[in-house]
T-cell receptor, first 116, second 113 residues
């Protein structure tokens, strides 16, 4: 069975601080995809990044960066110089193929509050 | 380019009734996926439709069903509503499927009393 753990339920930081959101996953499959989504107070999920299990290259997109480490089954997300607009719930998700179907597992989310 | 739209945005139903939710994807997107979000169970995948065929299915009872029309619009139906079906139902569209970058709608907030 697959599992995604986001141990940090809530994080508060002061604006301009850096913050890292942790995501640890479990799966026996060798082929899988990892995602991060942002859910602002409006409720609409926003896709941030997708990474497949064969691509361990870290990625940077503006103030956002992702660190994928298969050795520790982690896919952590860092926001540099946080801003109030970053306040949201962030979800990590794992998707893999199982018996011809895709199985999608979400973490419980980390609520980030950026204080001005 | 218009985003993903979901109707209605809010709905109140009584236990035992049935409900139909609608999702219009971004023009050109052939994949529509549905998700349920509740405080207790979190985000859960319901199913995905691609070119009018159900391609993937989550672990939900048969009371939850869906369909997709030739214009890629999708509907989700829940029959014999239970209190536990109260949730935010999100749909997402993409070009190729749920492994692709997905664009989400604002959701339909369903309350079952």
């Amino acid at each position: 069975a697959q599992k995604v753990t986001q141990a940090q339920t809530e994080i508060s930081v002061v604006e301009k601080e850096d913050v890292t959101l942790d995501c640890v996953y479990e799966t026996r499959d060798t082929t899988y995809y990892l995602f991060w989504y942002k859910q602002p107070p409006s409720g609409e999920l926003v896709f941030l990044i997708r990474r497949n299990s064969f691509d361990e290259q870290n990625e940077i997109s503006g103030r956002y960066s992702w660190n994928f480490q298969k050795s520790t089954s982690s896919f952590n997300f860092t926001i540099t110089a946080s801003q109030v607009v970053d306040s949201a719930v962030y979800f990590c998700a794992l998707t893999l193929n199982s018996g011809g179907y895709q199985k999608v597992t979400f973490g419980t989310g980390t609520k980030l509050q950026v204080i001005p | 380019k218009a985003g993903v739209t979901q109707t209605p945005r809010y709905l109140i139903k009584t236990r035992g009734q049935q409900v139909t939710l609608s999702c219009s994807p971004i023009s050109g997107h052939r994949s529509v996926s549905w998700y349920q979000q509740t405080p207790g169970q979190g985000l859960q995948f319901l199913f995905e439709y691609f070119s009018e065929t159900q391609r993937n299915k989550g672990n939900f009872p048969g009371r939850f069903s869906g369909r997709q029309f030739s214009n890629s619009r999708s509907e989700m139906n829940v029959s014999t509503l239970e209190l536990g079906d109260s949730a935010l139902y999100l749909c997402a569209s993409s070009l190729q499927g749920s492994l692709d970058e997905q664009y989400f709608g604002p959701g339909t907030r369903l309350t079952v009393t």
